[in-house]
C-alpha cells in the first residue's frame, strides 16, 4: 500500500508537476481512501522521499552498533554510515534521478530535502560527539565544535559524490563516485587506514594518545620516494598518536 | 516601515506565539494596510529573519572584492566572511537571544533558516570554486568538491560559535566565540597564518609546492615542550610547501 502510494504519487508529480497535484488526485489515481495515504505520510514531500525515514533508522543502528568499538576510526565510521544513503539511492537509479530533476524544480522538495540532509548530519555530527566527548572524558565544547564540522564535512562531500552520480544518469558507479568524494574527508579528518600501504615510516611511535611533543625531541621519519606529503603527514599523527 | 513592521510581528510572535499570529495581526499592530506587509515580505518567516538578504548581499560583495587578490588564503577569506553573519547578530543581542529561542520552538522557523544558511554556505561555495577551478585553470570535480568541503565546516564551525554565544544569553564575545570555532577551520584548511606564533621549526623548507618527499630523505624537526602535535604537523606541511 505504502508503495502503491509512493508510486502513483511520484508518476503523477512527473505528469503534472508537483504543486498541481493534490492528495486527492494520488489517491484516486492509487484507488484508495484519502485517510489511507495520510496513514502512511504526513505530507505530499514525504512521498517523494520514502525511504529516507528507514534510511535514517538505519544509519542510527548502524552508529549504535560500532560505538563501543574503540579500534574503529571515527571518521571511517560515518563515512561509511553515509554510504548508507548513497546505496538507498543507488537501488533504483531511474527514481533517484528523476527525483533528483523533480527536486531541481519544485522549492517545497529543495526545502524538505535540505531538512532530510540535516537530520543525516546530526546523527553523525551526535555519534562523533559521543565518541569526541563522552568516550573519553573530553572536553564538551571542543569535542561537539570537532563533531559538528567533520560532519558537516562528510556530508557536504557524500552529497557532492551523489549529485555526480544522478547527473551522470546514474550510469556511473554511484559508491566509487562517493567513495571518492569522501577520501577527501577521511584523509583530512580520519587517523588513517590500516588497510592502506604505508607510505612513510615514523620512527617515533607511541600509544600514548594525549602526549605533545617534548622539548628537544626529534622526529625522523623516512619515506620512500613520491610519497605525497599528505600521507607522510598522517603517518605521523598516526604513529605518534595524534588524534585531536 | 519595514522596521517597524519587522518590530511588531517579533512582539506578536513573542506574545502569542508564531503559528497564532497572522499578517493581519501584525498590520493592525504597526498601523498600515495588509498589502504593505508583502511589499516588505514575501512571508511571515521573513519577517522574523529581516536581515539575511542584506548580509547575505554584503557577503557576496565582499567576496567579489577580494577575488582578484591571489595573495589572500581563499580559507581565511571564506572565515571573515563568516563574520559577517555574527556582526549580524552581535548588532543586536537581545533580539538574536528571543529569535534564537524562539526558532527553537518553530519548525517553520527552523525550515526557515535551514534555506537562509543553505544559501549562505554556497556563496562561500561559490568564491572558494572559484578560486579552486577557475583561477588555475584547476580540475574542475576536485575543485567544486574541496569547496563545497571546506564551505560546509566554515558554516558548520560559524554555526557553532554562533549558538554558544546565543546560549550564553549574548553576554560573551560573539567574535571571539566564532573566531574561536573557525580557528579549527583555518588550522585544518588554510595556508597557515604568517601572524601565528611558530610552535615548531621545521628545518626542510622548500617554495617548491609539488614536490613529495624523496627516497632516503629524512625530515628532523624540533618542537618546544607542549607543542600541540596538530601544530608540529601543521608546521611540517607548510615548511615542505604542502598545500593540498
Redesign the interface.
Known amino acids: 500500500m505504502r508503495e502503491v502510494l509512493a508510486e502513483a504519487a511520484f508518476q503523477l508529480f512527473l505528469e503534472r508537476g508537483f504543486e498541481q497535484t493534490t492528495v486527492d488526485d494520488i489517491v484516486a489515481r492509487a484507488g484508495v481512501g484519502r485517510r489511507s495515504f495520510f496513514r502512511y505520510f504526513p505530507s505530499k514531500e514525504d512521498a517523494v522521499f520514502p525511504d529516507h525515514e528507514r534510511c535514517l533508522a538505519e544509519m542510527t543502528a548502524f552508529l549504535e552498533e560500532r560505538a563501543p568499538d574503540a579500534s574503529l576510526d571515527p571518521v571511517d565510521t560515518v563515512c561509511d554510515a553515509a554510504r548508507l544513503v548513497t546505496r538507498m539511492y543507488a537501488t533504483n537509479p531511474e527514481f533517484s534521478v528523476q527525483r533528483y530533476l523533480l527536486t531541481r524544480e519544485v522549492p517545497g522538495l529543495r526545502?524538505y530535502e535540505?531538512?532530510v540532509v540535516?537530520r543525516y548530519e546530526r546523527t553523525l555530527a551526535g555519534f562523533l560527539r559521543r565518541r569526541y566527548v563522552d568516550d573519553r572524558g573530553g572536553d564538551e565544547?571542543e569535542g561537539?565544535?570537532?563533531a559538528?564540522?567533520i560532519?558537516?564535512?562528510v556530508?557536504?562531500?557524500h552529497?557532492?559524490?551523489l549529485r555526480?552520480w544522478l547527473r551522470s544518469g546514474g550510469r556511473e558507479d554511484a559508491d566509487a563516485s562517493v567513495d571518492h568524494?569522501l577520501a577527501?574527508?577521511r584523509t583530512?579528518?580520519g587517523r588513517g587506514s590500516e588497510s592502506t600501504p604505508s607510505p612513510?615510516t615514523a620512527v617515533a611511535a607511541t600509544d600514548d594518545k594525549d602526549?605533545?611533543?617534548?622539548?628537544?625531541?626529534?622526529?625522523?621519519?623516512?619515506?620512500?620516494?613520491?610519497?605525497?606529503?599528505?600521507k607522510?603527514?598522517q603517518q605521523?599523527?598516526s604513529a605518534?598518536g595524534?588524534d585531536?
Not at 211 to 230: F, H, K, Q, T, Y
Open positions: 526545502t535540505l531538512s540535516r565544547p561537539a565544535l570537532r559538528e564540522v560532519a558537516a564535512a556530508v557536504a562531500a552529497n557532492n559524490g555526480s568524494a577527501l574527508v583530512v579528518w612513510a602526549r605533545s611533543v617534548d622539548e628537544g625531541e626529534v622526529i625522523v621519519m623516512v619515506a620512500p620516494r613520491g610519497a605525497p606529503l599528505w607522510v603527514v605521523i599523527e605518534l595524534e585531536a
